[in-house]
């Protein structure tokens, strides 16, 4: 099979499938059918890499991409209507104005200037959409097969007469996943808008699953309310798209990414398109002043949200940021992308504090950790870009982990409050041992996450950028505050609780266990993925990369500690020869280890909480601040740019 | 090769000597200062002795297994110290050091543990913000994260880091668990969290945690002679007379402060470490 054919593959196979769960109803052939699919897709994805891992990737030439051209521009009207009609079904007209403006802007620029402006390779593969192409392919896989035990029990405790929307559910995400592979592997930036708008549209529909179409005592207002959120800031993102798009094409003659990047590396500015594209990231990546859309999505099933946070949607955001950082660095457009994701990285982990909702807490380490690689990107510089692009592959399988795991724990302990999980470990231990491998992953030397932060805030020193590494610095207090006290909560001992692990769909502990695995290998073997697949990359963009933030010897040290901890636990945890005694309460502890005698001779049950500070990190707090940063930082910058585009 | 050796075996070996020296002239002048004779410098030698030989209990299954990691990582930390690594990996090594610590405190879902532990991870929160500026300081005034590499710097860091080491000197009294900031547990009998942290250790794993102490002290101390290095024997000399000082201003001020609120800890290490901290690194940026 040629390159050009597994590209095909997957970019059509997931929408073949999409159409197919669609049209077959039965829980049988559904559970078959995305079984298969996923297989299928991982093999593609891995097929691919392997296609290209000798030549580092090609450029592709495409004989009917102006049929395809044509068709996506049909389509484009299409989405276009149906925005303006449920946007006018729903009394929310902000999302229609923006259809109304993006979508003819862009069809009078492909009709009128884009058509004579020659693409020669519309589709490519390079060591990044490589990468790209496994997290969506095997983390986005893993997520549908877990969402069809997951998406049963979610049926089964929705209300009487609810009907059963599962085939359009499972649609949505596999129409995902396709849209996510063109993204990845487009060139011309008109192709990759397409894709673009068909993830914002898609994670409209998903966000919305309990509120769109339902009748109006099914309905969910919230899901609704958040869905069009979501669409707004994300339409408001597309238009800024299409202004890059309008100004590179006008300006530079060229709607190619590459040739964009390559203009920029010859020393001509491209920074009046690349602020556009960067705030389109910006708000795909969820950065503030546009992180609410994210934290609404977590009304929408629990796969979505694993989908949104890992693979998809937000990583599409970083990747076309990570995609300009050659552009990026000390000009205005890099400033404004690294001061923006700065400022969310430090407010989000801040915020992250003050919540007690799992899901919460799991959707601003998200913000923050996407704000992180946002920096990088802004920062541009080879090392910088190492760092982002090693936090996206890290923060991909294990915050996926983290959301199904609450997700799991949700329908098991009716609770998705950290509170609640007290005790975790007697009730669901597989469970809690997942979900504990993937909070240490998250902030723990020597795991992933941590390696990268590390890069990062040496990346950050290496390019003089102060505030950033004394952001970081802050930020990273925070994170380790946050995790290591859901982590305590996890790892409360408490006597007498029933284990109820069994009530786990066999599909559920199945990609826990994968991803908890891959959460391991991936540190194992990241000194791998960087010298097989990240170095080439960065040689290619950067020229000569001469220093890593992590030299070999600590990237080894680190694996050992890796290998250290896995030994350390398999053989030594939960097994004592000690005598077990009661807890000291100072009052008379009753036996139970859960309630003392008090003064009254009465009995007290003890009971627990932790800390959220919220005087110093109120969510609300938090927001405001941030939300008036960034938009001073956006607005100013292209101001900024547009003053001098009046000048041109 | 054969010098980190000799150094790591060397550092496994003497730490807990010098430390446990260290903790036992501590609780001297303490003494001194309060106008009593106070123990006989081994004490804590004694002390540490008789624990291990108390009867073997816990309260859970998970617990001490912990509690045995924290130490094993605390170890590794100096380790990595004194054989001349980088000195992210080493606070990152002790940042999950102190996780275990946490953790095992958490995991007895005892009262006074949990709170204690809260408060451990509150004192976190305050100190690491200036530790990693530290770190930072110290690259860019040397040029290299690997202690090694400083170790060979032929200018004295001290005059070019000053705001970042008296912010360093700041947190210590935090890392020491000194007074005013000893909120999670203190070595002192008087407070109203029983023993915090610690209070559901006992024996063995109690010990441990004494000796994981004595080690981490001793890296603690190394860190600030690393301010004083210029390759010159005279450096050292400086270095080692300043880590006495340092040690004996901790103790004083442990000796002349009533425990504070926690507010008063996190307010005042993160305005340290933004003043004191961010200022020196914006001047180093200039200046190299």
């Given at each position: 099979m040629s390159t050009i054919s597994t590209v095909i593959f997957l970019i059509g196979f997931p929408l073949l499938v999409a159409i197919a769960l669609l049209i077959l109803k039965s829980d049988a052939a559904r559970d078959i059918i995305v079984k298969v699919a996923a297989v299928a897709i991982i093999a593609a994805s891995i097929l691919l890499v392997v296609q290209q891992f000798g030549s580092g990737g090609e450029y592709f030439e495409i004989k009917a991409a102006e049929t395809i051209g044509k068709i996506m521009m049909v389509c484009e009207v299409c989405l276009a209507i149906i925005i303006v009609v449920l946007g006018c079904k729903y009394k929310r007209f902000l999302a229609p104005v923006f259809a109304i403006i993006q979508t003819p802007l862009m069809i009078w620029f492909e009709l009128s200037k884009g058509h004579h402006i020659a693409v020669n390779n519309p589709m490519y593969i390079d060591r990044l959409s490589m990468i790209m192409v496994l997290i969506i392919g095997i983390v986005g896989s893993l997520i549908t097969v877990y969402a069809i035990g997951y998406m049963k029990d979610f049926q089964h405790h929705q209300k009487e007469g609810v009907p059963d929307r599962r085939p359009w559910f499972f649609f949505l995400m596999f129409l995902f996943l396709s849209a996510m592979f063109g993204l990845v592997m487009s060139n011309n930036l008109i192709w990759m808008y397409f894709f673009w708008e068909i993830t914002s549209l898609c994670s409209y529909f998903l966000i919305g699953y309990n509120g769109l179409f339902h009748t109006k005592e099914n309905e969910d207002k919230v899901a609704t309310r958040n869905a069009f959120r979501a669409l707004v800031m994300n339409l408001f993102g597309g238009l800024g798209f299409v202004i890059g798009i309008i100004l590179l094409g006008t300006y530079y003659e060229t709607l190619e990414l590459s040739t964009m990047i390559t203009i920029g590396a010859m020393g001509?500015?491209?920074?009046a398109p690349a602020i556009f594209l960067a705030f389109a990231g910006i708000t795909k990546a969820a950065q503030m002043p546009f992180n609410s859309w994210l934290l609404g999505?977590?009304?929408?099933?629990t796969p979505t949200s694993a989908l949104l946070h890992s693979s998809t949607m937000v990583k599409a955001g970083v990747f076309l940021i990570i995609k300009l950082a050659p552009v990026l660095g000390w000009n205005v457009a890099g400033i404004m992308v690294m001061m923006v994701g700065g400022v969310t990285f430090l407010l989000a982990s801040f915020a992250a504090i003050s919540q007690t909702n799992a899901k919460k807490v799991l959707a601003y380490s998200t913000v923050a950790n996407l704000g992180l690689i946002v920096a990088c990107g802004g920062v541009g510089t080879a090392e910088a870009v190492w760092a982002g692009i090693m936090l996206i592959i890290f923060h991909a399988v294990t915050k996926s982990l983290l959301f199904l795991c609450v997700g799991t724990a949700e329908h098991q302990i009716g609770s998705r409050d950290i509170e609640d999980m007290d005790g975790l470990f007697e009730r669901l231990p597989k469970l809690a041992a997942f979900m504990l491998i993937g909070i240490a992953g998250m902030f723990l030397a020597p795991f992933g996450m941590l390696i990268s932060k590390w890069a990062t805030m040496v990346s950050f020193v290496d390019s003089n950028n102060i505030l950033l590494v004394v952001i970081i610095c802050f930020g990273s207090a925070a994170t380790a505050f946050y995790w290591t006290k859901w982590m305590g909560k996890l790892s409360a001992t408490m006597a007498g609780r029933e284990n109820i692990q069994k009530n786990v769909h066999g599909e559920e502990t199945f990609v826990h266990a994968t991803l908890a695995t891959l959460t391991v290998i991936v540190c194992l073997g990241f000194p791998f993925i960087s010298s097989a697949l990240l170095v080439p990359y960065l040689e290619g963009n950067f020229g000569s990369v001469d220093t890593l933030a992590l030299s070999a010897n600590n990237m080894v040290i680190l694996c050992i500690m890796v290998a250290v901890l896995v030994l350390l636990f398999a053989f030594?945890?939960?097994?004592?020869n000690k005598k077990i005694v009661p807890l000291y309460m100072a009052g008379y502890n009753m036996g139970d280890d859960l309630t003392f005698m008090n003064a009254m001779k009465g009995e007290t049950a003890v009971s627990l909480r932790n800390w959220y500070m919220e005087s110093y990190f109120g969510e609300f707090k938090m927001n405001v601040i941030g939300v008036i940063a960034t938009s001073i930082i956006i607005v100013a910058t292209v101001g900024i740019v547009i003053g001098t585009l009046g000048g041109m | 090769m054969v010098k980190v050796i000799i150094a790591v075996i060397a550092y496994i070996i003497l730490a807990p000597i010098v430390g446990g020296f260290l903790a036992g002239l501590d609780r001297k002048i303490t003494a001194r200062m309060q106008g009593r004779v106070g123990p006989p410098v081994l004490q804590p030698f004694y002390d540490v002795l008789k624990l291990l030989e108390k009867e073997s209990i816990t309260v859970n299954r998970v617990q001490d297994f912990y509690v045995m990691c924290f130490f094993i990582f605390v170890i590794v930390t100096g380790c990595f110290f004194f054989a001349g690594e980088n000195l992210l990996l080493v606070m990152f090594t002790l940042t999950l050091a102190s996780v275990f610590l946490i953790v095992a405190a958490f995991s007895s879902n005892s009262p006074y543990a949990e709170v204690g532990a809260e408060r451990e991870l509150l004192q976190m929160l305050a100190y690491e913000p200036m530790v990693l500026i530290t770190c930072v300081g110290f690259y860019m005034f040397t040029g290299s994260f690997e202690v090694g590499q400083i170790m060979l710097s032929t200018k004295m860091p001290f005059p070019y880091l000053i705001g970042i080491f008296l912010g360093f000197i700041f947190i210590l009294t935090i890392k020491f668990r000194k007074?005013?900031?000893?909120?999670?547990?203190?070595?002192?009998?008087?407070?109203?969290?029983?023993?915090?942290?610690?209070?559901e250790f006992s024996g063995k794993t109690l010990a441990m945690l004494e000796a994981a102490h004595w080690y981490e002290n001793v890296f603690l101390l190394g860190m600030v002679f690393l301010f004083f290095v210029n390759g010159t024997w005279w450096g050292y000399v400086i270095g080692i007379v300043d880590v006495l000082l340092t040690y004996f201003l901790e103790i004083l001020i442990d000796n002349s402060f009533a425990r504070m609120k926690w507010q008063v800890a996190i307010n005042s290490s993160w305005i340290v470490a933004v003043v004191l901290g961010t200022v020196n690194l914006f001047m180093l940026m200039f200046v190299r």
């Amino acid at each position: 099979m040629s390159t050009i054919s597994t590209v095909i593959f997957l970019i059509g196979f997931p929408l073949l499938v999409a159409i197919a769960l669609l049209i077959l109803k039965s829980d049988a052939a559904r559970d078959i059918i995305v079984k298969v699919a996923a297989v299928a897709i991982i093999a593609a994805s891995i097929l691919l890499v392997v296609q290209q891992f000798g030549s580092g990737g090609e450029y592709f030439e495409i004989k009917a991409a102006e049929t395809i051209g044509k068709i996506m521009m049909v389509c484009e009207v299409c989405l276009a209507i149906i925005i303006v009609v449920l946007g006018c079904k729903y009394k929310r007209f902000l999302a229609p104005v923006f259809a109304i403006i993006q979508t003819p802007l862009m069809i009078w620029f492909e009709l009128s200037k884009g058509h004579h402006i020659a693409v020669n390779n519309p589709m490519y593969i390079d060591r990044l959409s490589m990468i790209m192409v496994l997290i969506i392919g095997i983390v986005g896989s893993l997520i549908t097969v877990y969402a069809i035990g997951y998406m049963k029990d979610f049926q089964h405790h929705q209300k009487e007469g609810v009907p059963d929307r599962r085939p359009w559910f499972f649609f949505l995400m596999f129409l995902f996943l396709s849209a996510m592979f063109g993204l990845v592997m487009s060139n011309n930036l008109i192709w990759m808008y397409f894709f673009w708008e068909i993830t914002s549209l898609c994670s409209y529909f998903l966000i919305g699953y309990n509120g769109l179409f339902h009748t109006k005592e099914n309905e969910d207002k919230v899901a609704t309310r958040n869905a069009f959120r979501a669409l707004v800031m994300n339409l408001f993102g597309g238009l800024g798209f299409v202004i890059g798009i309008i100004l590179l094409g006008t300006y530079y003659e060229t709607l190619e990414l590459s040739t964009m990047i390559t203009i920029g590396a010859m020393g001509y500015s491209v920074v009046a398109p690349a602020i556009f594209l960067a705030f389109a990231g910006i708000t795909k990546a969820a950065q503030m002043p546009f992180n609410s859309w994210l934290l609404g999505a977590m009304v929408a099933p629990t796969p979505t949200s694993a989908l949104l946070h890992s693979s998809t949607m937000v990583k599409a955001g970083v990747f076309l940021i990570i995609k300009l950082a050659p552009v990026l660095g000390w000009n205005v457009a890099g400033i404004m992308v690294m001061m923006v994701g700065g400022v969310t990285f430090l407010l989000a982990s801040f915020a992250a504090i003050s919540q007690t909702n799992a899901k919460k807490v799991l959707a601003y380490s998200t913000v923050a950790n996407l704000g992180l690689i946002v920096a990088c990107g802004g920062v541009g510089t080879a090392e910088a870009v190492w760092a982002g692009i090693m936090l996206i592959i890290f923060h991909a399988v294990t915050k996926s982990l983290l959301f199904l795991c609450v997700g799991t724990a949700e329908h098991q302990i009716g609770s998705r409050d950290i509170e609640d999980m007290d005790g975790l470990f007697e009730r669901l231990p597989k469970l809690a041992a997942f979900m504990l491998i993937g909070i240490a992953g998250m902030f723990l030397a020597p795991f992933g996450m941590l390696i990268s932060k590390w890069a990062t805030m040496v990346s950050f020193v290496d390019s003089n950028n102060i505030l950033l590494v004394v952001i970081i610095c802050f930020g990273s207090a925070a994170t380790a505050f946050y995790w290591t006290k859901w982590m305590g909560k996890l790892s409360a001992t408490m006597a007498g609780r029933e284990n109820i692990q069994k009530n786990v769909h066999g599909e559920e502990t199945f990609v826990h266990a994968t991803l908890a695995t891959l959460t391991v290998i991936v540190c194992l073997g990241f000194p791998f993925i960087s010298s097989a697949l990240l170095v080439p990359y960065l040689e290619g963009n950067f020229g000569s990369v001469d220093t890593l933030a992590l030299s070999a010897n600590n990237m080894v040290i680190l694996c050992i500690m890796v290998a250290v901890l896995v030994l350390l636990f398999a053989f030594f945890f939960g097994k004592t020869n000690k005598k077990i005694v009661p807890l000291y309460m100072a009052g008379y502890n009753m036996g139970d280890d859960l309630t003392f005698m008090n003064a009254m001779k009465g009995e007290t049950a003890v009971s627990l909480r932790n800390w959220y500070m919220e005087s110093y990190f109120g969510e609300f707090k938090m927001n405001v601040i941030g939300v008036i940063a960034t938009s001073i930082i956006i607005v100013a910058t292209v101001g900024i740019v547009i003053g001098t585009l009046g000048g041109m | 090769m054969v010098k980190v050796i000799i150094a790591v075996i060397a550092y496994i070996i003497l730490a807990p000597i010098v430390g446990g020296f260290l903790a036992g002239l501590d609780r001297k002048i303490t003494a001194r200062m309060q106008g009593r004779v106070g123990p006989p410098v081994l004490q804590p030698f004694y002390d540490v002795l008789k624990l291990l030989e108390k009867e073997s209990i816990t309260v859970n299954r998970v617990q001490d297994f912990y509690v045995m990691c924290f130490f094993i990582f605390v170890i590794v930390t100096g380790c990595f110290f004194f054989a001349g690594e980088n000195l992210l990996l080493v606070m990152f090594t002790l940042t999950l050091a102190s996780v275990f610590l946490i953790v095992a405190a958490f995991s007895s879902n005892s009262p006074y543990a949990e709170v204690g532990a809260e408060r451990e991870l509150l004192q976190m929160l305050a100190y690491e913000p200036m530790v990693l500026i530290t770190c930072v300081g110290f690259y860019m005034f040397t040029g290299s994260f690997e202690v090694g590499q400083i170790m060979l710097s032929t200018k004295m860091p001290f005059p070019y880091l000053i705001g970042i080491f008296l912010g360093f000197i700041f947190i210590l009294t935090i890392k020491f668990r000194k007074s005013p900031f000893d909120l999670s547990m203190s070595h002192h009998a008087h407070q109203e969290l029983v023993a915090g942290l610690k209070t559901e250790f006992s024996g063995k794993t109690l010990a441990m945690l004494e000796a994981a102490h004595w080690y981490e002290n001793v890296f603690l101390l190394g860190m600030v002679f690393l301010f004083f290095v210029n390759g010159t024997w005279w450096g050292y000399v400086i270095g080692i007379v300043d880590v006495l000082l340092t040690y004996f201003l901790e103790i004083l001020i442990d000796n002349s402060f009533a425990r504070m609120k926690w507010q008063v800890a996190i307010n005042s290490s993160w305005i340290v470490a933004v003043v004191l901290g961010t200022v020196n690194l914006f001047m180093l940026m200039f200046v190299r």
